[in-house]
């Protein structure tokens, strides 16, 4: 039997579990703590959740919120400052994956030096984080327990993954509670990005038992709760379960990494400001059509674990019911369905293929892929 590895930070789930912020960072030693956040997450009122709570552990606070959709590097070397300017030794991440890269990019700067680019790829950071506690409002990215941070190099407009173990986070904080504020928009968006990072991990090349026991109850549960979660904003069990299921795939991409579905979502992120969940939801159709070739049984049962009765079914017959399942359930929760229905017109596909061919989430994919197949499957989704 090979060996498989698996990482992952301690994780605190359940409601109430944002009131814990306070003395998990106490138990790492912090003393003075810098939050990453954003506006949308103070609106909410969780931000003033979080700071009270580090106020009766005892901790200082500093706050650094001034980030957009898809951060950049220049938010991650602002954040930098502001850390280093109030001394602190701890940061908290509070949001969706926006918030939480952003908060990880921070913490390797602190201690690493350089710029944000000098770690771009696979194991570039050398010195160890200060103490990370990463909390998700948004049931979404998995960056809270994942070793991934993507910020975008705002000359180049490209997307950089820095991949490193040293960025899974101390403690992991899951609130079901939190995904009460978010709008039906951004649980469709979120929760299909919950998907795909759930069936790229299963299907990919690193997969072990270890992560596909969790992708295989994200694909689960996100096909029998992502409905009712858009459908109601207080349906307290339907947000439990999509926030375990998040957690799940994070857990399982984290360890298995994922494929081209995400590697073209991040070409096309590094240049247009447009929702990732929505990319990934209009491509992961049509890169699924492609990887079938590679992987015909594990697309049966996907098809089963979506509720597809496959019983006398071929493994095409069923891949193809597992196909057509993931674009009704797309439809059904008002994602767009193409790309184009997002603003993006095809420029520059050329280059965006170029760019997807390189991202590191290509490696894993289940089959090989050209460059000619890349801007196949992005006009396919257009």
């Known amino acids: 039997m090979k060996i498989n590895k698996f990482v992952m930070p301690e994780v605190i789930f359940g409601h109430g579990a944002i009131y814990q912020v306070g003395e998990s960072c ?74 939480i890269d952003t908060a990880k990019a921070i913490a390797v700067l602190v201690t690493n030096g350089g710029s944000i680019h000098d770690f771009e790829g696979v194991d570039q950071i050398m010195e160890p984080l200060p103490p990370l506690v990463m909390i998700s409002t948004t049931a979404g990215s998995g960056s809270e327990v994942s070793q991934f941070s993507v910020i975008v190099d705002s000359e180049r407009k490209k997307k950089m993954t820095i991949v490193s173990k040293s960025l899974v986070p101390d403690i992991a904080i899951i609130d079901p509670h939190t995904l009460t504020t978010k709008s039906p928009q ?60 998040s957690l799940q795939a994070g857990l399982a991409f984290s360890n298995a990494i994922l494929g081209a579905v995400h590697a073209m979502s991040h070409a096309i992120g590094g240049r247009f ?15 699924m059509e492609f990887n079938f070739l590679a992987v015909p049984q594990k697309y049966k049962e996907i ?28 439809l059904d929760i008002g994602a767009p369905q193409r790309l184009s229905d997002m603003g993006w017109n095809g420029d520059m596909i050329e280059e965006m293929s170029q760019i997807a061919l390189e991202d590191a989430c ?21």
């Not at 506006?39 to 005892?58: E, F, M, N, T, Y």
């Open 303 to 330: 098809a089963g674990l979506c509720g597809i009765a496959t019983e006398g079914l071929t493994q095409v017959e069923a891949g193809e019911k597992a196909i057509e399942f993931v674009k009704k359930l797309s």
């Open 186 to 245: 951004l649980t469709a968006s979120t929760g299909l990005d919950v998907l795909t990072h759930a069936i790229e991990a299963y299907v990919s090349i690193a997969a072990t038992p270890l992560t596909d026991v969790q992708a295989k109850n994200a694909i689960y549960l996100t096909a029998n709760y992502l409905r009712p979660s858009v459908a109601s904003t207080m349906n307290e069990e339907a947000k439990a379960q999509m926030a375990m299921a």
């Open 26 to 99: 106490s138990r790492l030693g912090a003393k003075r703590v810098l939050i990453v956040s954003d506006k949308g997450v103070l609106h909410a009122g969780w931000l003033d959740i979080v700071l009270d709570s580090c106020q009766k552990a005892g901790l200082r606070t500093s706050v650094f919120f001034d980030l957009t959709t898809n951060p950049k590097d220049y938010e991650v070397e602002a954040g930098s400052r502001v850390y280093v300017e109030n001394e602190c030794d701890a940061v908290i991440g509070v949001g969706g994956g926006s918030a």
């Open 362 to 382: 290509m490696i894993t994919n289940p089959r090989d892929i050209t460059l000619q197949d890349v801007k196949y499957l992005f006009q396919r989704a257009l």
């Open 273 to 287: 400001p447009l929702f990732h969940g929505e990319v990934n939801a209009a491509l992961l159709p049509y890169v």
